[in-house]
């Protein structure tokens, strides 16, 4: 069954053929539809004022953080696949403290979210996953900051980075050196907590 933001577009002309029509994709993805013709995809995602607030935000390093049912993971999730669509050859870093969590919650995200049409490799030994433009996405615990030396990041989100030690995400932001993008960029999922996601990040922000 066709989910409420894809019902606005199924039946539409494709905005790139300009003759197919908008259909559910064959394996039931929520968040987009796909040409019967060109089989151009195009996302449906139609964001909250305070998640369009956090998509339009400019920063290099950005931080969301909520509760339960505030809609982080989904919004961070939709901006690490803007990047990926939009970046070619591009490498992503997801993660969160440890591989349960990380295949819980972002992981999880992710697979429903990204059009499973632009997947060309998912090796599930090693965690990550080649996309149709050239990007590689890399699914890893952050249990150990020196694990991520030899990295050569586009993007990295960090889900649940209340839980992740604050030496990783300082880690992190030296891997961020992948010239597939002009503007490599960090971002963080998060609940609200007490630890150096208030003390480094928080109160150190120029906006809020």
């Not at 039931?28 to 151009?40: I, N, P, S």
């Not at 490599?184 to 003390?199: A, C, E, F, H, V």
């Amino acid at each position: 069954m066709a989910s409420k933001q894809q019902k606005k577009y199924l039946g539409k002309t494709c905005h790139e053929c300009g003759y197919g029509i908008y259909q559910e994709p064959v394996k039931g993805q929520e968040w987009h539809v796909v040409c019967d013709e060109c089989r151009a995809i195009l996302m449906v995602y139609e964001p909250l004022p305070h998640q369009a607030a956090f998509h339009a935000d400019p920063h290099k390093y950005k931080m969301f953080a909520g509760g339960y049912g505030s809609g982080k993971t989904t919004t961070a999730c939709m901006e690490t696949v803007d990047h990926i669509l939009t970046t070619p050859n591009g490498t992503t870093l997801i993660g969160a403290e440890t591989l349960p969590q990380l295949e819980q919650t972002a992981m999880k995200e992710f697979f429903e979210i990204f059009p499973e049409e632009l997947i060309v490799n998912y090796n599930k030994q090693k965690n990550y996953v080649d996309t149709q433009n050239g990007h590689r996405v890399l699914f890893r615990p952050l249990d150990d900051d020196q694990k991520a030396r030899s990295l050569n990041l586009s993007f990295f989100w960090i889900e649940e980075a209340n839980g992740v030690k604050f030496e990783y995400f300082v880690q992190l932001q030296t891997r961020l050196r992948n010239t597939a993008s002009d503007f490599q960029r960090g971002i963080l999922s998060t609940n609200p907590d007490m630890n150096w996601i208030k003390t480094e990040v928080l109160l150190k922000a120029d906006k809020i």
